[in-house]
């Protein structure tokens, strides 16, 4: 249907891979930037993905992306034969950040078909373009890059719950010092592409945090309003913790939870955290862990069972967790508490 397969690549989520989504070109505009309080906005699920390409992969001119937040990182061994323009399905912006260097010479960017200067490529530089602008790139030589796809709809939330007005712009930037981004892809970088990687929330929650930066340092932003630093009310707490605990796999969308709440996406994250103390996926994390402990210590249930029995795909995702939470695996907590039990009947 799309022509020959040419790359290698694990994907998050199996529906569909970022170079496979075809323009829609019967949404304007205007209708992608629909009310961020409309079940239309935030709709598509978030995914990571991560791109291998060799000598003898084919790629293709048009590079498209996908109608929602996406994190792809696209790394190649021989660079790129051909200069590759990139496209979204959306209006969007694209941040692109380098892993290792370039020489110079060997990488070129073009904005509406203008080329911009470069100079040699440092590692964690990153560029900040609207696809609007139909950017494209070639690369001679190896190199290794994460790409942010953050739809302009999502930021137009982020943007109404700061206060700002509408953004109607964003400043281009090329192979900037941004310490900020650079430090947001460190973080998420272990979990790109990987079938244990973050969750839906947790994916929600980085695009928040990553959406509120590039806001600030590059959208050309009208006065900043008053800000509402309250927390969830007492019926939206309730509502907000049984949605979640309904979907300890971390399978649903903020987008879901804070409609159920009459929020957007922005000003419930933001209520969430001040009512609960930690965003929403952590708390989650939380009462997996919570529930993992009970069942560790009431059952003999095997650990593998009860990884999935607490939402977590599998049992390294589980013993990683549990590790970071408790500072030991599973069994050795489980081993622990029946010990302790054991000395509470049989005292000296």
Partial sequence: MFGKRWYSST?????????????????????NRKSAYTPEAWSEDPFTTHIKLDRNSAVPSPFRTAGTFTVTRLESSAGLPDRITKLSSVPALLVSISLKSLPLRSYQVWVADKVIPTA???????????????????????????????????????????????VRSYRLSV?????????????????IGRRDGPSLLA????????????????????????????GLAPWQKRRAAELLREHL???????????????????????????FGVAPHRWLIGRRIELAKELLRQTTTPIA????????????????????????????????????????ENPA
Wanted: glycine residues 8%; charged residues 25%.
């Fill in 11 to 31: 994907i998050r989520r199996p529906v569909v891979s970022c170079l496979e989504v075809a323009v829609n070109k019967n949404r304007t505009g205007e209708q």
């Fill in 120 to 166: 040699t490529i440092p590692p964690f530089r990153s560029n900040v373009i609207d696809f609007d602008a139909e950017p494209s790139c070639w690369a001679g030589k190896a190199f290794d890059y994460v790409h942010y796809t953050v739809p302009r709809v999502e930021l137009d939330d982020i943007a109404a719950d700061l206060g700002f007005g509408v």
């Fill in 175 to 191: 192979v900037e010092d941004d310490l900020v981004l650079a430090q947001i892809t460190r973080s998420i970088l272990p979990f």
């Fill in 203 to 230: 994916l929600d929650q980085f695009s928040l945090i990553l959406g509120a930066h590039l806001l600030q340092r590059y959208g050309v932003l009208q006065k900043m309003g008053k800000i509402s630093k309250g």
């Fill in 249 to 275: 796999d971390g399978r649903i969308r903020l987008t879901d939870v804070a409609r159920e709440c009459s929020l957007s996406v922005s000003h419930f994250a933001r209520s969430f955290k001040a009512t």
């Fill in 305 to 344: 069972d009860i990884a999935i029995q607490s939402g977590f795909g599998d049992q390294t995702a589980f013993t990683r967790t549990f590790r970071q939470v408790a500072g030991i695996s599973p069994g050795q907590w489980r081993r622990y508490i029946a010990a302790r039990a054991i000395e509470t």
